[in-house]
């Protein structure tokens, strides 16, 4: 069963970091990249970036990231990590992951979502 698990929110101060996590099982990040999404209260859902596990390679989506945000993984936890610095108010949302249909990541990977994940909540007092 392909399921996907982002956890690591919590409450920090603007200009502190968070490091978030998605635990996935049922399939493994080398063969499907994996999208980074938030949605933040009363607007709709924005792709952040999207990582392939078979070549470490991030596209970023959304301009406001870059720079801020950076992806890793573990094999070994079958875990993709999103590691948010000089984190602003503007970034307070419920952060999510989901799996691509494709291995690497197309342009419209947004498109290409077949699994969710649920979110985790970020929030950063200003």
């Known amino acids: 069963e392909v399921q996907l698990q982002a956890s690591g929110g919590g409450l920090v101060q603007t200009g502190g970091s968070l490091r978030l996590s998605c635990e996935v099982s049922?399939?493994?990040?080398?063969?499907?990249?994996i999208g980074w999404f938030r949605q933040a209260p009363g607007k709709e859902r924005e792709a952040l970036l999207c990582f392939s596990g078979r070549d470490g390679s991030t596209d970023y989506a959304a301009d406001s990231v870059k720079g801020r945000f950076t992806v890793s993984s573990d094999n070994a936890k079958n875990t993709v990590y999103l590691q948010m610095n000089n984190l602003k108010p503007e970034d307070t949302a419920v952060y999510s992951c989901?799996?691509?249909?494709?291995?690497?990541?197309?342009?419209?990977?947004?498109?290409?979502?077949?699994?969710w994940g649920r979110g985790t909540l970020v929030t950063v007092s200003s």
């Open positions: 989901g799996r691509v249909l494709t291995i690497f990541c197309p342009v419209n990977y947004y498109h290409n979502i077949d699994y």
């Open positions: 049922g399939f493994h990040f080398e063969n499907n990249a």
